[in-house]
């Protein structure tokens, strides 16, 4: 299982928490017109921060791929993000990376992080905590799970992996609807079959044909949706079993 986290050029990326995940949301479509594994398309900062990075832990993939040893480390390079998934070596990559977000003055996310830290350039290399998560919803304050679609999807998503939230146009009646599924790993996020679907019917046809589990949700709902998906991931004995309580073997 690896261990994920996101530098950003903060110029480019939303102060406030929930617009800020809302963003990350949409960069992690991964559907801007260029090879995620190339730092030639990303801005200059991160682009230093990366060759500085692959230096001690060098790419799985890419022009700057090295030899695929227990340093070695997933980036996803976006216009304004890099991921970084950590499989080996956790500690000393994710302490680097950091070091090098506060020296070239860029945001730095915890994904992986129960806390989801979000942390923003502060006094010379110093980076300081902007916002984590509601310490207030902690699970004894939050709802059971009872949405058969979660319960599916939690089911079917790959530790480590991504939920991703598309928008399609659904026909008879025409309308927006959304698309909500799981991805594992990099390569899997660039998926270009699935990055090229425009219709529901073209994205459900390569989800299916990719084996990923997936669910349809009417605009008016996505964000409660999402909200109780994201709690039902950090969260799995918030899951109510047919009985109608709350699993015992996934309670922490």
């Known amino acids: 299982m690896s261990y994920d986290i996101l530098v950003f050029d903060p110029a480019h990326a939303p102060r406030e928490r929930e617009a800020f995940l809302q963003w990350w949301n949409a960069q992690a479509e991964w559907s801007e017109p260029h090879p995620y594994n190339d730092p030639e398309f990303t801005t200059p900062s991160l682009r230093a921060w990366f060759m ?10 890419g022009p700057y791929a090295g030899s ?3 340093r070695a480390a997933g980036y996803c390079i976006g216009y304004h993000v890099i991921y970084v998934a950590i499989s080996s070596d956790k500690q000393a ?4 990376a950091f070091e ?34 509601d310490e207030q919803r902690r699970p004894q304050n939050l709802q059971p799970i009872t949405d058969p679609r979660i319960i599916a999807l939690v089911k079917s998503h790959p530790p480590g992996g991504a939920v991703i939230n598309h928008v399609r146009h659904a026909e008879n009646p025409r309308r927006l609807v959304n698309v909500v599924y799981g991805r594992n790993g990099i390569v899997a996020l660039t998926d ?7 219709t529901l019917a073209q994205l459900e046809s390569a ?7 997936y669910e349809v949700v009417e605009e008016d709902e996505i964000r409660t949706f ?14 109510l079993p047919r009985s109608g309580n709350p699993t015992d073997e996934s309670a922490p």
Do not use: C, W
């Open 52 to 61: 500085e990075m692959v230096e001690r832990f060098p790419a799985l993939s």
């Open 68 to 70: 695929r040893d227990r």
């Open 93 to 96: 990559t994710h302490e680097r």
């Open 100 to 133: 090098l977000a506060g020296k070239h003055r860029l945001g730095f996310f915890e994904a992986s992080s129960s806390d989801g830290e979000i942390l923003l350039p502060g006094d010379g290399n110093e980076l300081v905590l902007a916002s984590k998560h």
């Open 192 to 198: 270009p079959v699935v990055r090229k679907s425009q």
């Open 207 to 213: 989800l299916a044909e990719a084996g990923i589990a």
């Open 226 to 239: 999402m909200g109780q998906l994201s709690d039902a991931l950090r969260y799995p004995h918030l899951i």
